[in-house]
């Protein structure tokens, strides 16, 4: 066995040739030694050099990929402790954290209410972070309503703050009844040299129109127009509404027919308030040729639109009409909800047609629509009224059997009725 295992190392070993003199062996090998132990010396220094050239380096951006590879995963798993935790390990190891992970993990905990964690990473990134980084800081704070913080970490911005910067600041001072101050900072942004967007002179018009109304924030689109901010069809659905919150329907007519020529075109949410208001006024007749228009334009309308026009039939005792409308919805993609047949079948009930809104609740499911609630509930009071007390037991029990509960205004709809009939024994 010894001898195999002599053979095998004999193998294994490197030829060199012969020494020709029994007496250089010796120097030979001794001269190998030293050449090959200079040779791991000089590579030793340079790995060591080269190590301590990286620690004396200033810190690195990146963070390390794994590191960054890992602060990615937790917060995407929602583990903000964890990442809060992997940042600080980053930054005592010397380096900066990456900054796209960062700015999402800021995001994060400022829709928790954590600012104080989420400037503290905004802190870590150091040189990092950017005008992003700060945005996000800033509408964080706004969205608590900490105006002046927001404004305090605007200032320490090592950079000029841009627009997304600005309109979380011009918004939250809008929301809170403060337009003057609004435009202040407005004036501020544009002396600063920063662009203001559209969406900077909509936020600003929609708040001058609840002060002013619109006629003064008309001044305000003259001026965005002027300094070549042209408004799109968001900013004009904002003029619309007032029109729409303070009467002024031929107004609201006669800017949506101005639309086109502006380039605009105009949307659902730019209609349901012109529609709204035809039907308020009673002009019910307008109203349908508005729709047909929208409709002729292929203006994608949403449940909301019908609804609005649904209901104003019905409350003007023209269930039949609403029903058609329903028919024209099914017709262009727009599938109705429980919502709108809830509001047919109380429009029949009012009509005092008890038996075409049994019909529909009975249809309800062929439509694809389950009966809630507040539909069995409109049909109960229809029976109550006729004083079809038998029919309004069976439906009660119906409800219970269809997993439909009876609620509070189920129970007090009957009674009210019963004792409307002088039947307060029974309750």
């Given at each position: 066995?010894?001898?195999?295992?002599?053979?095998a190392?004999?193998?294994?070993r490197?030829?060199v040739?012969?020494?020709?003199s029994?007496?250089?062996r010796?120097?030979?090998?001794?001269?190998?030694r030293?050449?090959?132990?200079s040779?791991?010396?000089?590579?030793?220094?340079?790995?060591?050099?080269?190590?301590?050239?990286?620690q004396t380096?200033?810190?690195?951006?990146?963070?390390?990929?794994?590191?960054?590879?890992?602060?990615?995963?937790?917060i995407?798993?929602?583990?903000?402790?964890?990442?809060?935790?992997?940042?600080?390990?980053?930054?005592?190891?010397?380096?900066?954290p990456?900054v796209?992970?960062?700015n999402?993990?800021?995001?994060?905990?400022?829709?928790?209410?954590?600012?104080?964690?989420?400037?503290?990473?905004?802190g870590a990134?150091?040189?990092?972070?950017?005008?992003?980084?700060?945005?996000?800081?800033?509408?964080?704070?706004c969205?608590?309503?900490?105006?002046?913080?927001?404004?305090?970490?605007?200032?320490?911005?090592?950079?000029?703050?841009d627009?997304?910067t600005?309109?979380?600041?011009v918004?939250?001072?809008?929301?809170?009844?403060?337009?003057?101050?609004?435009?202040?900072?407005?004036?501020?942004?544009?002396?600063?040299?920063?662009?203001p967007?559209?969406?900077?002179?909509?936020?600003?018009?929609?708040?001058?129109?609840?002060?002013?109304?619109?006629?003064?924030?008309?001044?305000?689109?003259?001026?965005?127009?002027a300094?070549?901010c042209?408004?799109?069809?968001?900013?004009?659905?904002?003029?619309?509404?007032a029109?729409?919150n303070?009467?002024?329907?031929d107004?609201?007519?006669?800017?949506?027919?101005c639309?086109?020529?502006?380039?605009?075109?105009?949307?659902?949410v730019?209609?349901?308030?012109?529609?709204k208001?035809?039907?308020?006024?009673?002009?019910?007749?307008?109203a349908?040729?508005l729709?047909?228009?929208?409709?002729s334009?292929?203006?994608?309308?949403?449940v909301?639109?019908?609804?609005?026009?649904?209901?104003?039939?019905?409350?003007?005792?023209?269930a039949?009409r609403?029903?058609?409308?329903?028919?024209q919805?099914?017709?262009?993609?727009?599938?109705?909800?429980?919502?709108?047949?809830?509001t047919i079948?109380?429009?029949?009930c009012?009509e005092?047609?008890?038996?075409?809104?049994?019909?529909?609740?009975?249809?309800?499911q062929?439509?694809g629509?389950?009966?809630?609630?507040?539909?069995?509930?409109?049909?109960l009071?229809?029976?109550?009224?006729?004083e079809?007390?038998?029919?309004?037991?069976?439906?009660?029990?119906?409800?219970?059997?269809?997993?439909?509960?009876?609620?509070e205004?189920?129970?007090n709809?009957?009674?009210t009725?019963?004792?409307?009939k002088?039947?307060q024994k029974?309750?």
């Amino acid at each position: 066995m010894a001898t195999n295992t002599s053979a095998a190392l004999l193998r294994l070993r490197p030829t060199v040739p012969a020494p020709s003199s029994p007496s250089l062996r010796v120097p030979e090998l001794n001269r190998g030694r030293r050449r090959a132990s200079s040779i791991h010396h000089r590579c030793r220094y340079r790995v060591v050099a080269r190590w301590t050239r990286r620690q004396t380096r200033s810190p690195s951006r990146g963070g390390g990929g794994g590191a960054n590879r890992r602060l990615r995963g937790l917060i995407q798993r929602g583990e903000l402790d964890g990442a809060l935790r992997l940042v600080d390990y980053i930054r005592r190891g010397g380096m900066w954290p990456a900054v796209v992970p960062c700015n999402i993990l800021i995001k994060r905990l400022c829709a928790e209410g954590r600012l104080a964690d989420a400037e503290r990473v905004v802190g870590a990134l150091g040189p990092s972070a950017t005008v992003v980084t700060y945005s996000i800081m800033v509408n964080g704070y706004c969205r608590s309503g900490d105006i002046d913080a927001a404004r305090r970490v605007m200032g320490a911005m090592p950079f000029a703050p841009d627009t997304f910067t600005y309109n979380p600041i011009v918004r939250a001072l809008c929301v809170r009844g403060r337009v003057r101050d609004a435009l202040v900072v407005f004036d501020e942004m544009v002396h600063r040299g920063c662009p203001p967007s559209v969406v900077a002179y909509s936020i600003l018009l929609e708040a001058a129109c609840k002060e002013s109304g619109y006629r003064q924030a008309m001044s305000l689109l003259d001026e965005m127009r002027a300094k070549g901010c042209e408004p799109y069809v968001v900013t004009y659905n904002v003029l619309v509404n007032a029109m729409y919150n303070e009467g002024d329907v031929d107004e609201a007519i006669k800017l949506l027919n101005c639309l086109p020529s502006y380039g605009c075109k105009p949307d659902a949410v730019t209609y349901t308030p012109v529609l709204k208001s035809l039907c308020s006024s009673e002009q019910l007749e307008k109203a349908e040729e508005l729709l047909t228009e929208i409709v002729s334009n292929n203006c994608a309308l949403d449940v909301v639109t019908f609804n609005a026009i649904i209901t104003s039939f019905c409350e003007k005792g023209l269930a039949d009409r609403a029903i058609e409308v329903v028919d024209q919805m099914s017709k262009h993609g727009c599938t109705p909800d429980i919502v709108i047949y809830s509001t047919i079948i109380n429009g029949l009930c009012k009509e005092r047609r008890i038996e075409d809104a049994i019909k529909l609740l009975r249809d309800l499911q062929s439509y694809g629509c389950k009966p809630d609630s507040v539909t069995y509930t409109t049909v109960l009071k229809g029976l109550c009224g006729i004083e079809r007390w038998g029919d309004a037991e069976e439906l009660l029990a119906e409800m219970v059997h269809n997993n439909c509960p009876p609620d509070e205004v189920t129970f007090n709809t009957i009674i009210t009725s019963l004792c409307q009939k002088g039947l307060q024994k029974i309750c």
